[in-house]
Each structure stands twice: as structure tokens, then as C-alpha cells.
């Protein structure tokens, strides 16, 4: 059975950073590229971050860029999103994705709020205070 499961996030000023992590049993996590959303209160799923299955290649809708990284450790079958200069409007309950077939370079162009990946995490939270 496959399970992503985040954790991390909380609740942090405007210009701080939290670190979250994804941890995937169940699947050849080496084979899956993978990536990182949110979801804000009212609002769609929107895509944020996407890594390929070797970690080289990273992919980052605008608004995150130059702020958050996405890493992952196929060692240790996890995922990271390192958020720094946190604002108001990151607040959003944040889900890491499996994609076992698709590249990470496509994931963005994908439908929401699915974007074509197999699995997901169940979300953690991400509070942004002004």
C-alpha cells in the first residue's frame, strides 16, 4: 500500500521559513517523480514544486522562485520543500505527489486539481501570520 505522509508545516511569522518533509512507503520511491502543492483556503490546488526521479532536475511555478527548493533523498524515500521568506499568501495546506509514468517538467501543465499524479499525501499545514 502506498503512503505519503507530510510533515512540518505550522505556523510562522511573514519573512521566516519551516522545512517540510514527505516520507513515501510502499513504492520504489527512486522510480516516481515527485512534487509538491497547496491549496489555500477557497481557492484550487495549484501546483508549487517537482523533482525528477534523480533530483537533478527541479521545476517551480513563478510565484515560489528564488524562495522555496524542492530536494528529495532516494536513501531515505522522502521529499523536501525548504520555504524561506515566507508570506501571508503561502498559507495553504501543502501535499507532496507520486507520478510513476509522467515527467517533472509537465507536471505544471497538467490539469488541476489531480495533475496527473497516482498518489498523494494526506497535507500538512502551513500558517503564514503578518
Known amino acids: 500500500q502506498v503512503q505519503l505522509v507530510e510533515s512540518g508545516g505550522g505556523l510562522v511569522q511573514a519573512g521566516g521559513s519551516l522545512r517540510l518533509s514527505c516520507a513515501a512507503s510502499g513504492v520504489t520511491f527512486s522510480n516516481y517523480v515527485m512534487g509538491w502543492f497547496r491549496q489555500a483556503p477557497g481557492k484550487e490546488r495549484e501546483f508549487v514544486a517537482a523533482?525528477?526521479?534523480?533530483?537533478?532536475?527541479?521545476y517551480y511555478t513563478d510565484s515560489v522562485k528564488g524562495r522555496f527548493t524542492i530536494s528529495r533523498d532516494n536513501t531515505e524515500n522522502s521529499i523536501y520543500l525548504q520555504m524561506n521568506s515566507l508570506n501571508p499568501d503561502d498559507t495553504a495546506v501543502y501535499y507532496c505527489?507520486?507520478?510513476?509514468?509522467?515527467?517533472?517538467?509537465?507536471?505544471?501543465?497538467?490539469?488541476?486539481?489531480?495533475?496527473?499524479?497516482?498518489?498523494w499525501g494526506k497535507g500538512t499545514l502551513v500558517t503564514v501570520s503578518s
Open positions: 505527489a507520486a507520478d510513476y509514468s509522467g515527467s517533472a517538467a509537465l507536471i505544471a501543465t497538467m490539469p488541476a486539481p489531480d495533475y496527473g499524479m497516482d498518489y
Open positions: 523533482i525528477s526521479w534523480t533530483g537533478i532536475r527541479t
